[in-house]
Structures are given as C-alpha cells and as structure tokens.
C-alpha cells in the first residue's frame, strides 16, 4: 500500500471541488496525512494578457485567501497549510507537489469532451501528465455518495459511502 502523508488538494472554489475536498479530507484522516490546500489565480483573470499580475491582483488573492480560510475551516481537524498563488494553473501546481512534499494531489475536474474523446480538463490533464506524484480526479457531479451523513458516519460504514454512489 503507499504510505501518504501529505495531499495536495486544489481547489477553484466550484461545487466539484468541494467534493474533492471532502474526499481529500477523508482520506488525510484515514491516512493520518497533512493537508495542503492550494488556489491560483490566473493573471488573465482580470483581463491582463501578461504574465505578470494585474493591478487588481492583490485584491483578487486578498479574496481567494479569504475563500480558502472558509474551505480550509471545513477541515480544521488535520494539520494543513493553505497557499494561495497567481499564475497558470497546471503548472502551478505541478511545481507546488514537489515541495510540500505531496504523495497525491486531489483535484475536480471540468471536461469539455470532444465527441468520442474522453477529457478531464485542459488543467487536471496537464496535472496527470506532469506531476511527480499520484493524482486522484474527480468529475463533476460524481457524487462519491458523500453528504453530511459520511462525514458523520462511522469508521466501518465509511468505505462503503466513498465507494458507492
């Protein structure tokens, strides 16, 4: 079995990323892992096509920390760190693995399939092809069975909610 101890999970603050978190945070518990939570904000986000943050830049990461400290209150019962940085986001978080040590990186995903092509998401592919450690995605309204009733459940019913749907 891999031992892990540290999960990077990555967040755009959307409904399937709150379901990776929960999973994420089921599995950081189960595995007595730290969590790292992570966000980036695009410098295009507010219109500029440089590579170097915008003006309204600090206002945007002002936000998105204040988003992540109320994702990250969702699972204040394991030791976690929340970062916050600009950029794209593939490659963002791809060079985010390697220091903070992750032993898989949680994701949503937001596919946009061509017909007959499978896809996952132009950044959740980019983090599979590219990431030096295991990546677990999950696509939108996957659903895992988890509620307000798993995280509440038992140890022994716990399996049994994140493995059916």
């Known amino acids: 079995m891999i031992r892990i101890q540290t999960i990077l999970h990555v967040t755009d603050f959307s409904e399937t990323a709150r379901q990776a978190l929960y999973v994420a945070h089921l599995l950081a518990r189960d595995h007595g892992a730290k969590l790292v939570l992570m966000h980036v904000v695009r410098p295009m986000m507010a219109g500029n096509a440089s590579p170097r943050p915008p003006q309204g830049a600090p206002d945007l990461i002002e936000q998105a920390r204040q988003r992540l400290a109320t994702e990250a209150a969702r699972v204040a019962d394991r030791p976690l760190e929340a970062r916050v940085v600009s950029g794209e986001p593939g490659a963002e978080i791809v060079a985010a693995a390697r220091p903070c040590d992750a032993d898989l990186i949680v ?19 980019h983090v599979v092809r590219h990431a030096p450690c295991a990546v677990l995605t999950l696509k939108p ?14 140890e022994p019913q716990r399996p049994a909610i994140l493995t059916g749907t």
């Open 107 to 125: 994701m949503g995903t937001h596919s946009q399939a061509d017909v007959g092509r499978p896809c996952i998401g132009s950044v959740a592919e």
């Open 141 to 154: 309204g996957a659903g895992w069975g988890l509620s307000q009733e798993s995280e509440e459940a038992s």
